[in-house]
């Protein structure tokens, strides 16, 4: 006769074997996104100009990268041993995590959504700086954890009769917490984390609406006005106004979006310098559509060294394009940001909601996991942790729409080819 024992691991074997896909998947979304977020890191923080973006994605990856070394080992434990699980101190510290990473980014993704839509369609009003950003990042991650406390009690090992070929084996899994199996203290739980999360999702969708719209409708605008300012330039004096604003182009777009810039450099014609006039014209309040700064708004003057009471021509025009270009950089920054941060809250809105869900349907007291099969409660894990391709597409979406971050992953790239072909010379 064959022992409770031995059912149990058959059981187990038999769920082990029908979840295995999943198990691979998470094996290898946690391969790629610990190497990957371990690489956002390195480059944001020690790569990276200081800008509030920088302190955002280096929050984003401190977040991913907790999971792919709590929350997504711990899931492949899980689905290996559903039915007997060894750890019921691991279960809680899966479970924690499991809340901690996904609150702090709908938390986050929250904020920087305002961030966007302040720089694109405010951007004459309060900004949020580098120092604040960095505040917030710590709040962000204190408001994850006081979120995520209560899963320590909530969530752990219970037991459980499950019937296999006729026979009852008792079977230990990690859900809910023996003292909880049957209360309807955690529905009430993930039910207030939903309503909260939810709002976050609510905000990021109307934030990026208005966004959308901003670079949408002020693109076309902008490369109209400023395309018969580049047409009016020679090839020299549009690579003089390139060179101008090299080390200018390093800055990010975290101040203030105004309508003054001091810039200064040197011509054939002598020193040329830009100021704008004390009052704002009501063009300049169109910049909040677009982005932008008018070259109505800016008044040029340049002298000449020789004469100083002659108008440089040349220096004049330059400069004018100068102006142009640096809009130009400024603009495609802004969009350049806002579209890698459009294109991960998009993929944690879906996830989220698909997660959300599932998770209310196994906090309630009648757990539906109970009633699946075994190849259902595959697909069941398959669509619950889809939410782990957050902690993973980062760092792809930043190695494609991120120049800095491409021209880094270059740079290493190159040191490594290079050493590489050092070594095997000698």
């Not at 008018?294 to 021509?313: F, Q």
């Not at 007291?365 to 391709?389: E, N, P, T």
Request: charged share 20%; proline share 3%.
């Amino acid at each position: 006769m064959t022992s409770e024992a031995e059912l149990l691991a058959e059981l187990n074997s038999n769920f082990k074997s029908a979840v295995l896909p999943v198990t691979i998947f998470v094996g290898i979304e946690v391969a790629v996104g610990f190497v990957g977020n371990l690489f956002v890191l390195y480059v944001f923080l020690f790569r990276y100009h200081a800008c509030n973006f920088r302190y955002f994605v280096l929050c984003l990856a401190f977040l991913d990268f907790i999971s792919t070394l709590t929350t997504m080992p711990g899931e492949i434990i899980t689905q290996q041993n559903w039915y007997a699980y060894p750890f019921p101190v691991l279960c809680k510290v899966k479970s924690f995590f499991n809340v901690y990473t996904v609150t702090g980014e709908a938390v986050c993704l929250c904020i920087i959504a305002i961030d966007r839509y302040l720089k694109v369609c405010k951007p004459f009003g309060w900004q949020i700086h580098p120092r604040p950003a960095l505040f917030l990042c710590g709040c962000i991650l204190v408001v994850a954890v006081a979120m995520a406390i209560p899963v320590s009690f909530l969530w752990g090992v219970s037991s459980h009769i499950e019937t296999y070929k006729n026979m009852s084996v008792n079977v230990i899994v990690c859900e809910k917490d023996k003292k909880y199996v049957n209360s309807d203290a955690p529905f009430i739980y993930v039910t207030t984390i939903e309503v909260i999360i939810s709002i976050c999702l609510l905000v990021m969708f109307s934030l990026y609406i208005f966004v959308a719209k901003k670079l949408i409708l002020g693109k076309s605008r902008f490369q109209r006005r400023t395309g018969s300012q580049r047409a009016t330039c020679s090839s020299d004096q549009c690579s003089s106004a390139e060179k101008a604003l090299s080390s200018d182009r390093t800055r990010s777009e975290d101040g203030y979006c105004s309508t003054s810039d001091d810039l200064t450099t040197n011509d054939l014609d002598g020193k040329i310098n830009v100021e704008q006039p004390s009052n704002n014209s009501t063009k300049s309040n169109d910049l909040c559509n677009e982005v932008v700064i008018e070259i109505e708004d800016v008044s040029v003057v340049t002298t000449n060294r020789g004469n100083p009471g002659k108008i440089g021509e040349n220096a004049s025009t330059t400069i004018e394009v100068a102006i142009v270009l640096q809009r130009e950089d400024y603009v495609n920054r802004v969009r350049q940001k806002t579209l890698i941060m459009l294109i991960l809250t998009t993929v944690f809105i879906i996830t989220a909601i698909l997660y959300l869900t599932l998770l209310a349907f196994i906090s309630r007291s009648d757990d539906i996991l109970r009633h699946m099969d075994d190849h259902g409660k595959s697909a069941y894990f398959f669509f619950f942790r889809l939410v782990f391709i957050n902690h993973v597409i980062n760092p792809i979406v930043y190695g494609c729409l991120d120049e800095q971050f491409k021209k880094v992953l270059s740079d290493i790239k190159q040191y490594v080819a290079t050493q590489f072909k050092s070594r095997t010379t000698l």
